[in-house]
């Protein structure tokens, strides 16, 4: 049976840390458009910055649909669930924010991601309020093994200067706006802040 949860507590927390991936939801309000649900996973994207707060970061080599649906109406829902161990799933229902490579505040949220803050292609810095912390069982989900991390994102991302990056992000379809013609990105890409 799920439980509901004030806060992220250790226990929750240490549930959230120890997962590989996690996975995205977001949508337009209109009724018509593309919802949109993204797996993540690289290790150390994810923070949690306090009981109340997520934050993961946003890379660049697909759209941007997340992005342009938190700038329409904030609403996002994460979701963990546990492929070793005990079975649980654990949910954090909230309202998104991205935080661009201009925003003031990147400078003070990007210390909380130590192995990824000199990362290629980032993009964004996702935060998420917690309005609703939920888990239930995961007695269907599989067992599946952890072999490594993938390399191919920052192989080739790290083969590209940051202006190269931007022009990158300018050429791709779906990153300036999205699949439902909502504004994205902000295009031309801001230049990442001297730290």
């Given at each position: 049976?799920?439980?509901?949860?004030d806060?992220?507590d250790?226990?929750?927390?240490?549930?959230?840390d120890?997962?590989?991936?996690?996975?995205?939801?977001t949508?337009?309000?209109?009724?018509?458009?593309h919802?949109?649900?993204?797996?993540?996973?690289?290790?150390?994207?994810?923070a949690v910055?306090?009981?109340?707060?997520?934050?993961?970061l946003?890379?660049?080599?697909?759209?941007?649909?997340t992005?342009?649906?938190l700038?329409e109406?904030?609403?996002?829902?994460l979701?963990?669930?546990?492929?070793?161990?005990p079975p649980?799933i654990?949910?954090?229902?909230?309202?998104?924010?991205?935080?661009f490579?201009?925003?003031?505040?990147?400078?003070?949220?990007?210390?909380?991601?130590?192995?990824?803050?000199?990362?290629?292609?980032?993009r964004?810095?996702?935060?998420?309020?917690?309005?609703?912390?939920?888990?239930?069982?995961?007695?269907?989900?599989?067992?599946?093994?952890?072999r490594?991390?993938?390399?191919?994102?920052?192989?080739?991302?790290?083969?590209?200067t940051?202006?190269?990056f931007a022009?990158?992000?300018?050429?791709?379809?779906?990153?300036?706006?999205?699949?439902?013609?909502?504004?994205?990105?902000?295009?031309?890409?801001?230049?990442?802040?001297a730290?």
């Amino acid at each position: 049976m799920g439980k509901t949860y004030d806060r992220i507590d250790g226990r929750l927390r240490s549930f959230i840390d120890a997962q590989k991936v996690f996975f995205v939801a977001t949508a337009p309000l209109s009724g018509d458009g593309h919802v949109n649900l993204s797996p993540k996973g690289l290790a150390g994207s994810l923070a949690v910055l306090d009981e109340q707060t997520v934050a993961y970061l946003d890379f660049g080599g697909s759209g941007a649909e997340t992005v342009a649906h938190l700038r329409e109406n904030g609403r996002i829902t994460l979701m963990w669930c546990a492929f070793e161990g005990p079975p649980n799933i654990v949910r954090v229902h909230g309202r998104g924010e991205p935080v661009f490579r201009d925003d003031p505040r990147w400078l003070d949220l990007i210390p909380h991601f130590p192995e990824q803050a000199d990362a290629p292609g980032l993009r964004a810095i996702i935060v998420v309020t917690a309005e609703r912390i939920g888990d239930s069982c995961g007695y269907s989900v599989p067992f599946m093994e952890y072999r490594e991390e993938r390399t191919l994102h920052s192989d080739y991302f790290g083969r590209k200067t940051d202006e190269e990056f931007a022009a990158y992000c300018e050429r791709k379809d779906h990153v300036g706006v999205s699949l439902d013609g909502l504004p994205a990105l902000p295009l031309p890409l801001p230049p990442l802040p001297a730290a």
